[in-house]
């Protein structure tokens, strides 16, 4: 790799960063479209330095004093997503290359309208969802994540309806994406499938990681849970358009 394309991919990082630290979410979906859509390094790595990350950026952010977290909602959503990602896993050996263009597709479609759906409910829910729902959601999470590397959608679109703070938002989204990268980590080194390039991309772009997450822990930006709700909307919108692209393109060339 030159010089040129190393700068580009810590580019990449950079606002990958940004985004994750403001919303709780979103870091892989922009590092894995935007490595793709400059064609840097390929996606298979790309996707195992976003797990190494992702944990390094949710030790980063939550470091320090105790960070704003509601248990009810953390510990269902948590640990529903952890098994969801095991099922999931088992689902991407299982399935064919045809199920999972239509899997695919079908997620895009659902995002696009829990996006707007999310813009349109303008207003969170009065009252706090059952523990049902927050289980529901979190393996879905889990099982997305297992399947596509794509988790966050069902239980971004979830957690932004709730009446909490966006601090708790936030927070528990890095927390569950970490658990969910630490599992799928795990598992890729325990099918021997890690390899140098993967650590040294990793390790070239942790500093850039852990400074951006502590600078912005500790000069917050002031933006309004309005703001940000819109700022998801736009991400959602992005991973759900780019899904429907990618899959629809595999299911014509199938068809063809």
């Known amino acids: 790799m030159s010089v040129q394309v190393h700068l580009m991919f810590l580019g990449c990082v950079l606002l990958a960063t940004l985004a994750q630290n403001l919303t709780g979410f979103a870091f892989g979906l922009i590092l894995l479209g935007m490595v793709a859509t400059l064609n840097i390094i390929s996606l298979a790595d790309v996707a195992v330095v976003i797990s190494f990350l992702t944990v390094a950026n949710a030790l980063a952010t939550l470091g320090g004093p105790k960070p704003a977290l509601d248990r009810s909602v953390l510990m269902p959503v948590l640990l529903s997503s952890l098994l969801g990602v095991s099922v999931g896993m088992w689902g991407l050996g299982a399935l064919d290359e045809a199920q999972m263009a239509w899997l695919r597709l079908l997620l895009g479609c659902v995002i696009i309208i829990a996006s707007l759906l999310l813009v349109v409910q303008s207003k969170p829910r009065e009252r706090l969802s059952g523990q049902p729902a927050f289980w529901v959601s979190g393996a879905l999470c889990g099982l997305l994540n297992g399947l596509f590397s794509s988790g966050g959608p069902p239980l971004v679109y979830h957690l932004y309806r709730q009446p909490l703070a966006y601090e708790v938002i936030r927070n528990t989204l890095i927390t569950v994406f970490a658990a969910n990268s630490a599992t799928r980590l795990g598992l890729v080194i325990a099918q021997g499938q890690l390899h140098m390039q993967v650590i040294w991309l990793s ?28 700022l998801v909307f736009a991400l959602l919108v992005l991973a759900g358009a780019s899904l429907i692209v990618e899959s629809l393109g595999q299911v014509l060339a199938m068809a063809a």
């Open 203 to 230: 390790l070239e772009a942790l500093p850039l990681v852990l400074l951006v997450s502590v600078l912005m822990r500790r000069y917050p930006p002031r933006l309004s849970l309005r703001t940000v709700r819109w």
